[in-house]
T-cell receptor, first 113, second 116 residues
């Protein structure tokens, strides 16, 4: 079975500041991990994913995440926040052969001028 | 447009009525998923199709819910005798398939259901 815990339902940063969104997972099989972003009344857009290989994964819009097996974590970071980054972010794990996703409860990111 | 399309975008219905949502996946994607998202929560898996075969259903999918994917193309999700607890965003996603777990799922914009 798989589960995802996102620490912090709301994160607020100033424009230009570091963004850090935390995600811890549990998986009975080697995990495939994903970060999705959702803007109001929209579907989900993939930011980045980890499958195998390099543990530091780069995604769109300047985001990156590092897979740490020993800590069962997959935290999302961005060096400098932009106003357009304000959205809800979901971490997800895939543990089946057909791509079924288990999502965390989401983190709302607010960016202040 | 090559994205996942869902219709309608919004649906308001009275308790006890039946509703049906449609999802048109990306062309040639043989995997199709339905998720439900309630306010303040992440999406929860409902069901999965491989072509026209429904291969997994969540326990969240009560007997009032039924999903179909005739001919392996578009899919419909029907809710009978709607209840206020059914109010949520219903998301559809598709992926190319092929056996790898890492295949990206592409999401539609969702259908927001409000039961009054």
């Amino acid at each position: 079975a798989q589960s995802v815990t996102q620490l912090g339902s709301h994160v607020s940063v100033s424009e230009g500041a570091l963004v850090l969104l935390r995600c811890n997972y549990s998986s009975s099989v080697p995990p495939y991990l994903f970060w999705y972003v959702q803007y109001p009344n929209q579907g989900l857009q993939l930011l980045l994913k980890y499958t195998t290989g390099a543990t530091l994964v780069k995604g769109i819009n300047g985001f990156e995440a590092e897979f740490k097996k020993s800590e069962t974590s997959f935290h999302l970071t961005k060096p400098s926040a932009h106003m357009s980054d304000a959205a809800e972010y979901f971490c997800a794990v895939s543990g089946t052969s057909y791509g079924k996703l288990t999502f965390g409860q989401g983190t709302i990111l607010t960016v202040h001028p | 447009d090559t994205g996942v399309s869902q219709n309608p975008r919004h649906k308001i219905t009275k308790r006890g009525q039946n509703v049906t949502f449609r999802c048109d996946p990306i062309s040639e994607h043989n995997r199709l998923y339905w998720y439900r998202q309630t306010l303040g929560q992440g999406p929860e898996f409902l069901t999965y199709f491989q072509n026209e075969a429904q291969l997994e259903k969540s326990r969240l999918l009560s007997d009032r819910f039924s999903a179909e994917r005739p001919k392996g193309s578009f899919s419909t999700l029907e809710i009978q005798r709607t209840e206020q607890g059914d109010s949520a965003m219903y998301l559809c996603a598709s992926s190319p398939g092929g056996g790898a777990r890492d295949t990206e799922a592409f999401f539609g914009q969702g259908t927001r259901l409000t039961v009054v």
